[in-house]
């Protein structure tokens, strides 16, 4: 029976150094082994043989990105001004090896040379700066601290300032200062709006003005033209009368036999006195034309 029980011992025994034995490394992961506390290789992902007591994993480093949420920093700016900045820091990890042996710990050394850092850009800048110019300080400590973390296998990727806080009596002139900004910018854009307003209200009056000139302009030419087109007419009936008179073949024969009717009209009438024209004498005279005109027979010589 005790045979037995030791039989198990040994077999759970194997079991378990075999279980301690394999070692799978996940994708993106490498280990560090040590040979009797010295650096022998590194493994990356797959399937390993780990010799108990005279090996050892020394470090993990995972090659996936990383991100640092270091606490607040007060830092003092050029102008003396007091302001808590937030820094986040993203990182990867090149070198197994460098980041196992490069410093003590390194997130811990990043943490703190981050602040260092900051504290040194944002001294040479005055507020305003800092305030404007965030993308310029996370480049610049984005630059800094990957040249400085080289030696501990991290490769710095970007860093970002998560919040910038100014103290509270600087907040409080900042928003009046924006208020006044704001009231300045609304005022203006009044002043110029009622200044447009009045300009477009002058040139819709010349306009109109325009339009009534150019309309009372229009008119007149208008009636002068009607009243030219009027005299026109009148001349043109007046020309085709006459032209229909010589289409007519009367003449001065005619137009005195006209005469000598209207005398004998006169003649015939009530009226006590008889007005003979002055140039009876003439009119007699054309009676032969007349008798031509009304083809009646001519005296023989």
């Given at each position: ?49 780990l010799i108990p007591i005279v090996q050892r994993v020394a470090s993990r480093a995972s090659f996936k990105e990383q991100c ?58 005055n507020l305003d700066e800092v305030l404007t110019s965030r993308d310029a300080i996370n480049e ?162």
């Open positions: 029976m005790g045979w037995i029980i030791l039989l198990v011992i040994v077999v759970v025994l194997i079991i378990a150094l075999i279980f301690y034995m394999v070692r799978i490394v996940p994708q993106t992961e490498e280990y560090v082994i040590e040979f009797l506390g010295k650096y022998q290789t590194t493994w990356s992902a797959g399937i390993h043989f640092a949420d270091f606490e607040p920093q007060n830092v003092i700016t050029k102008d003396n001004v007091t302001v808590s900045v937030d820094t986040v820091v993203y990182f990867k990890i090149f070198d197994a090896k460098l980041f196992a042996y490069g410093a003590e710990n390194p997130l811990f050394a990043l943490e703190n040379l981050s602040a260092t850092t900051l504290r040194n850009k944002i001294g040479e800048m610049n400590l984005k630059q800094i601290l990957d040249e400085a973390t080289d030696p501990w296998g991290i490769n710095v990727t970007r860093v970002e300032l998560k919040n910038i806080e100014p103290p509270l009596e600087i907040k409080n002139a900042m928003e009046k200062q924006m208020k006044a900004e704001r009231e300045k910018r609304a005022t203006i854009l009044d002043a110029e709006a009622h200044q447009e307003s009045v300009v477009k209200k002058a040139e819709g009056d010349a306009l109109a003005l325009v339009k009534a000139a150019e309309a009372q302009r229009d008119a007149e030419i208008a009636k002068a033209e009607g009243k030219a087109e009027a005299i026109r007419k009148i001349y043109e009936a007046e020309a085709q009368g006459l032209e229909r008179l010589k289409e007519a073949a009367i003449d001065k024969g005619v137009l005195s036999l006209k005469a000598l009717e209207a005398l004998k009209e006169l003649g015939d009438g009530q009226a006590t006195k008889l007005i003979v024209p002055t140039d009876l004498t003439k009119t007699v005279s054309d009676l032969s034309v007349v008798a031509e005109i009304l083809d009646l027979p001519k005296d023989k010589k």
